[in-house]
């Protein structure tokens, strides 16, 4: 079937700006992972959602972002007031629950503040 | 804190040499440990997992917990493995295990 997939592609927003970035997951995944790529580095965890319950937001770098899934499908990542510093590629994840199945990942959101 | 160490930005080898990408971690407790590739304009994908101990296109990987090390291994690269790699770690809870990624090494074979 169809893996993780993100939209939009890419994004440019211009500084304070809000923006919405969406993730679809594989069909009956339950968990859903939201993670940050800065430039020449590897993916940061953002947050978690199991179901529709968001069970971890301790990577979420400000009160500026928010995350929601709620139906426990489709998820979106919200940035408002967007910063410089928020240009990255924004990943999304999805999996089974339980320590033994894999992430799968989307193609990922490049975001772009000027 | 849980941390993820990879200390080559990049690795050029020759097709037919041996390669070895260095992983080290810090985590209290017993961590799972992955190689995640990237290739060329695709999504990252998983390439392999400590608990399955499998090797996948000819990769192994051997956890060290003395040296606290995860360092992937290939002794004839192809051109094919040219791509981005990531270590990474996860916990063993029941769910919500998020993975923490090293910076990842660029491996280049030249032909």
């Known amino acids: 079937g169809a893996g993780v997939s993100q939209s939009p592609r890419y994004k440019v927003a211009k500084r304070g700006q809000d923006v919405a970035l969406r993730c679809d997951p594989i069909s009956g995944h339950v968990s859903l992972f939201w993670y940050q790529q800065a430039l020449g580095q590897g993916p940061e965890f953002l947050t978690y959602f199991q179901n529709e319950a968001q069970l971890d937001k301790s990577g979420l770098p400000s009160d500026r972002f928010f995350a929601e899934r709620p139906e426990g499908s489709v998820s979106t990542l919200k940035i408002q007031r967007t910063q410089q510093e928020d240009s990255a590629v924004y990943l999304c994840?999805?999996?089974?629950?339980?320590?033994?199945?894999?992430?799968?990942f989307g193609p990922g959101t490049r975001l772009t503040v000027t | 804190a849980q941390r993820v160490t990879q200390p080559e930005k990049l690795l050029s080898v020759f097709k037919g040499a041996p390669v070895e990408l260095k992983c080290n971690y810090s985590y209290s407790g017993s961590p799972e440990l992955f190689w995640y590739v990237q290739y060329s304009r695709q999504r990252l994908q998983l390439l392999l997992r400590?608990?399955s101990r499998e090797s996948i296109k000819g990769f192994t990987a051997d956890l060290n917990k003395g040296e606290t090390s995860f360092h992937l291994k290939k002794p004839f690269a192809q051109e094919e493995d040219s791509a981005m790699y990531y270590c990474?770690?996860?916990?063993?809870?029941?769910?919500?295990?998020?993975?923490?990624f090293g910076g990842g090494t660029r491996v280049l074979v030249k032909p």
């Open positions: 990474a770690l996860s916990g063993f809870k029941a769910a919500g295990n998020k993975l923490t």
């Open positions: 994840a999805s999996s089974l629950a339980g320590v033994l199945y894999e992430q799968y």
């Open positions: 400590h608990i």
